[in-house]
């Protein structure tokens, strides 16, 4: 089925008799319903249209219609979230502006209608709505190679003074230099660092310290200046050549999404995010320490990798040695159970250099492409 998002991209279609196939996503129909009234329309998908009445009695039989919902967000986006969406209207003037953007008023909704929501129009329109994000992030991904893109998990807690924070940016600005696409759970934390270093990519390293250093006046995400400072570097370093994507959840709405991220992915069932997460990462995951989430993310792409789920196993590289085998020691039991055979197709690493983790993603990728 061709997907259509923006009206010009139906000229070609509109100079045929009939119109079959389409999945129109989003459009406002209503400057074209005379010409549509002229085709023969069947097995089409409406995707919440503006469509006329006329055009409505002229299409309801043949054709699947998802109605526009009354709701604080679009059921059926048909393009990721930007910080310019999310954040709409937000001032880092005014820090308490945040409340009216659009993330803050869907979190809203999300849990004023219950995180496990028992409405049906609720649930439905929440899992046609994670439907479209996960379409239009797989359309946007379709311009990278599956190895080009590489994912860095790690704490929310994680703060901005901390030297993994600065290890985690620095290692995200190099492979973003060297052609990876960044992702990351899209939080603050080991997450947010992922996405100032792919934002500060290009720029000298002294520059994306500065900025760090003003973003550690706000280290935590529960701090009240933590959006307004991230904000604030981004008034000063308004643009960036380079691109990363933020995958974070309304299930953890309190923690705000990084405004970093050029592209934001955001979703309502957490199981879809962090599944499909871990999917997309076919160049490697850098795990930063973490706790819970984090661990369970490990988790997750070890079955991931062994099952070889996704066309093939990708490197699990870990961050801070001794963090994963003491702290959290779970680096030596995945290197006992790929010893003994119980794990198949495991590519691991731990290093506590930020070249030794380029090398190893680098490695796996000329592995598979030759590069």
């Known amino acids: 089925m061709i997907e259509i998002e923006r009206l010009e991209d139906l000229n070609t279609h509109l100079t045929t008799k009939k119109i079959t196939g389409i999945a129109f996503q989003a459009l406002d129909l209503s400057t074209i319903t005379p010409t549509l009234l002229k085709k023969e329309i069947s097995n089409c998908l409406f995707l919440g249209c503006i469509i006329p009445e006329a055009l409505l009695d002229h299409i309801y039989k043949a054709n699947y219609i998802f109605p526009i919902l009354d709701l604080p967000y679009h059921a059926y986006p048909s393009k990721l979230y930007t910080k310019e969406t999310l954040y709409n209207g937000f001032d880092s003037k005014r820090p308490k502006s945040y409340n009216k953007t659009l993330d803050k008023i869907i979190y809203d909704h999300y849990i004023s209608t219950g995180k496990e929501a028992e409405n049906i129009k609720e649930t439905l329109a929440r899992r046609l709505h994670d439907h479209s994000i996960s379409d239009a992030l797989y359309d946007y991904l379709s311009n990278y190679e599956d190895t080009q893109i590489v994912a860095i998990m790690g704490g929310h807690g994680l703060s901005r003074a ?19 696409l960044l992702v990351s759970g899209g939080g603050p ?35 009240k200046n933590w959006l307004k400072t991230a904000f604030e570097v981004l008034e000063k370093y308004p643009t960036s050549k380079y691109e990363s994507v933020g995958i974070p959840t309304w299930l953890y709405g309190h923690e705000p999404p990084t405004p970093f991220a050029t592209h934001i992915a955001k979703y309502f069932a957490n199981s879809v995010r962090e599944e499909g997460l871990l999917a997309i990462a076919k160049g490697g995951v850098i795990y930063a320490p973490g706790s819970a989430g984090t661990m369970q993310e490990i988790f997750q792409d070890i079955a991931q990798n062994h099952y070889e789920s996704y066309d093939f196993a990708s490197p699990m590289v870990f961050l801070d040695k001794l ?20 794990l198949d197709h495991l590519d691991l690493g731990i290093y506590n250099s930020t070249s030794g983790i380029i090398q190893h993603i680098q490695a796996f990728r000329k592995s598979k492409i030759g590069v």
Request: proline letters at 4%.
């Open 162 to 180: 901390d030297k993994i924070y600065y290890k985690v940016a620095s290692i995200a600005k190099k492979l973003t230099e060297k052609g990876f």
């Open 189 to 223: 934390g080991a997450m947010e660092a992922t996405h100032v270093g792919a934002w500060f990519a290009g720029k000298k390293m002294k520059t994306m310290k500065a900025a760090i250093e003003h973003l550690s006046s706000a280290p935590l995400y529960n701090d």
């Open 323 to 342: 963090y994963w085998s003491y702290d959290r020691p779970i680096y030596p039991l995945l290197e006992l159970l790929k010893l003994r055979g119980n």
